[in-house]
């Protein structure tokens, strides 16, 4: 591994919020999709930081129900003492992060990842410096919204001519989510990516867990797909 990749993560999380659900309900970071990469990067002896474009966040309404979220995750959630709870109430901004001291970034998402990631420069410009630096950059769900706007020293995304995974066009149509995307005027993850010039890999199907790794680049589909996404992450981390 080279001495220049610390064995410290970075957790996005979005700082936009919007109605989406037909309760009234915001969407906003999907609490899980943090949660479950913050559990696993400490458990594998990280040090990990929570960041927002904006230093804030809200939660996304659909993530705190069942079976989106456990009684012992959203236990974990609720307790303000916990030190997830800790990092998500205190967020870091771009401005107080220095690239140089994080060897991966993992983006985390929501629907309102959509709205915010794909102008974040703040967010951007953190994981371009981290891949040039030879560390991991992974995204899972709608995270990877935030991926065609990461770039190499040339100016292309980091996913041009590489294969990924997001969460698919056929889960949106499930969820009825289309019609609002176009509202928000923004692509889905599978338009964003062709965009970009990436490969998207169409999973089994849109709520099975599932991650595509190619090379330092990690990719998940769903909420489902938090936790595999984040264990192949540290498998390319430690593969470094």
């Known amino acids: 591994m080279p001495a220049s990749v610390p064995r410290r993560a970075l957790i996005a999380v979005t700082s936009a919020h919007a109605q989406l659900y037909p309760n009234g309900g915001e969407t906003g970071v999907f609490i899980t999709e943090a949660l479950h990469p913050f559990e696993g990067f400490r458990k594998a002896g990280f040090e990990v930081d929570l960041v927002s474009e904006t230093g804030k966040y809200t939660p996304d309404a659909l993530s705190m129900t069942k079976p989106w979220i ?3 995750e959203l236990k974990v959630y609720e307790d303000k003492n916990s030190e997830f709870r800790q990092k998500l109430d205190n967020l870091k901004k771009p401005s107080d992060i220095d690239p140089t001291k994080y060897g991966l970034f993992f983006a985390s998402a929501g629907h309102a990842a ?3 990631y794909p102008d974040d420069k703040g967010l951007q410009e953190i994981a371009s410096k981290i891949w040039e630096a030879g560390g991991i950059v992974s995204a899972v769900c709608h995270g990877g919204a935030i991926l065609p706007g990461v770039k190499d020293q040339s100016g292309k995304s980091i996913i041009s001519g590489r294969k990924i995974t997001g969460f698919t066009d056929k889960g949106e149509e499930e969820l009825g ?4 995307i ?7 993850i599978q338009e964003s990516a062709a965009s970009a010039g990436a490969e998207y890999v169409h999973p089994p199907g849109p709520w099975a867990p599932y991650q595509v790794t190619d090379g330092r680049l990690v990719t998940g589909v769903n909420p489902q797909s938090a936790t595999v996404t984040t264990e192949a992450a540290i498998k390319a981390f430690d593969a470094l």
């Open 182 to 188: 176009k509202n928000w005027n923004r692509p889905t």
């Open 177 to 180: 989510a289309l019609a609002e």
């Open 70 to 72: 456990t009684d012992e």
């Open 114 to 116: 959509l709205i915010d």
